[in-house]
């Protein structure tokens, strides 16, 4: 029996990837954090107390978010490429020169307005200090220090992380989502599991509610390069804030 591969001209036959697909990307990632990231910590001669005092330098902190990147950039354009029409067909990986303004702004706004609107319920009901919950992120911000420093923040928080969560939690999760459940939903749970993703409790209404937001640029646009662009806005505003304002 001769197998018939996904016929990219026949939109109605629809891509061979899925949920499933999503899954083990979401497992590979967090795997591949886990296991590599023990070992670069055991190469350069930490461990988890080290971890947990807070003692990593900059560059082996922030080399634990590209880890999740095998997963979150590996399986879609894997998926894309051997069940699809590929990332630019099946996941919108497009982006026009009036993302990077309009996409861009309502990234920014995002974090200056929505984030503080969602995030202002949840530490009063926590009773949580505004200043305890941003700790994480400013211990982070003072470990910059130099143009190289500023130069591997920004490589990895603002264009990297951008690029590697939108193309599986707007590509591969949102469209699997949307293909078998609606736009709707598709727009909250790829937000949800994105909030869910990055393990903070109490940030998880504002990480879902950004979520949201890049949703709602992908599917509005219909290009990934959107949803990027205001991604990359969102967590610009913070380390504009963190190296520069807040010091």
């Known amino acids: 029996m001769t197998t018939v591969p996904f016929d990219t001209a026949d939109p109605a036959q629809g891509p061979g990837w899925g949920l499933g697909d999503a899954v083990i990307g979401w497992v590979i990632a967090l795997s591949a954090a886990a296991l590599l990231g023990l070992a670069s910590l055991a190469l ?19 080399l634990q978010s590209p880890f999740l990147w095998v997963g979150f ?7 894309a490429t ?3 029409a590929g990332v630019v067909a099946d996941f919108r990986l497009r982006i026009r020169a009036i993302d990077f303004p309009v996409a ?4 920014v706004f995002a974090q200056l307005a929505i984030v503080p609107l969602v995030t202002f319920p949840v530490l009063w009901l926590t009773g949580t200090d505004a200043d305890k919950l941003g700790e994480p992120a400013r211990q ?11 130069l591997l923040f920004i490589l990895v928080i603002v264009i990297g992380a951008p690029i590697a969560e939108e193309l599986f939690f707007r590509g591969l999760v949102l469209r699997s989502l949307e293909n078998r459940f609606g736009t709707v939903w598709a727009v909250i749970g790829s937000a949800v599991v994105f909030g869910a993703t990055h393990f903070q409790p109490v940030q998880f209404p504002a990480l879902t509610a950004a979520g949201v937001v890049f949703a709602l640029v992908a599917v509005k646009t219909d290009r990934l390069g959107a949803s990027m662009v205001c991604h990359m806005a969102f967590n610009a505003t913070t380390v504009v804030n963190l190296l520069w304002i807040a010091k």
């Open 140 to 150: 982070l911000g003072d470990k910059v220090s130099g143009p190289g420093g500023t």
């Open 73 to 79: 950039i590996g399986v879609p354009v894997w998926a």
């Open 82 to 84: 051997t069940k699809g």
């Open 44 to 62: 350069a001669g930490y461990d988890q107390a080290d971890v947990d005092a807070d003692r990593l330098p900059l560059w082996l902190t922030l």
């Open 104 to 107: 861009g702004g309502i990234g």
